[in-house]
């Protein structure tokens, strides 16, 4: 089946500044089990999805357009682009900046521990 | 952890025409159980992901760029862009191909029944 989800902008993500916008790939449901969210996710310049934590799962995310400031569990922060992997163990905290003039987007998978 | 996999090219990918390049975001392990698989995928121009089935497990394609024809279960063929989503159910069968004169990316993701 082929289909093509209808996107869902949300304001101030996880405590971020701004607003980011989702395009769901699958739900919850359709990942059977395994995870909770996956989807891709365009952060707007100047905006952020906040530091949050993760217990139970983990969120890799993988960046495939523009430039972003990925803050790790131990607070350092690393500008990435295309083609970089973010991830965490699960029960840490992370968050994800957009500080350039252009979009940047990811993918981002929920998947349990 | 920030990181960049190494490409993996791939001749002939399940009986495909010519080659496809893998850019893997997740391992088996780090997907903890619940896949096998989790990559970016490039398909050149004029080359396919042959006709294969996915028991106990199935295989989303989320487009991220280009146009390929996605061939369904059921023997259909649909022309995909950015943002579509083709699933199949665990069990079923299914191929890509790219027939245009642009390389064709997707994000393939292998998860368990």
Redesign the interface.
């Known amino acids: ?5 209808e996107p869902v902008v949300k304001e101030n993500l996880r405590g971020g500044q701004g607003h980011v916008v989702l ?1 769901p ?2 739900t919850a449901e ?3 089990g ?2 909770t969210m ?1 989807a ?1 996710v365009v952060i707007p310049p100047h905006c952020s999805i906040g530091w949050h934590q993760h217990v139970g799962n983990t969120e ?1 995310y ?1 960046i ?1 357009k523009g430039e972003g400031t ?1 803050v ?1 569990h131990d607070k350092s922060r ?1 500008t ?1 682009h295309a ?6 163990a699960c029960g840490e905290w992370h968050s994800m900046e957009n500080n350039s003039e252009e979009d940047m987007e990811m ?1 981002a ?1 929920v ?3």
Chains 1, 2 share one sequence.
């Open positions: 089946m082929v289909k093509h989800n395009y790939i699958l359709e990942l059977m395994h995870g996956y891709r890799p993988y495939i990925f790790d690393t990435v083609g970089d992997i973010c991830t965490i993918i998978l998947i349990n521990e």
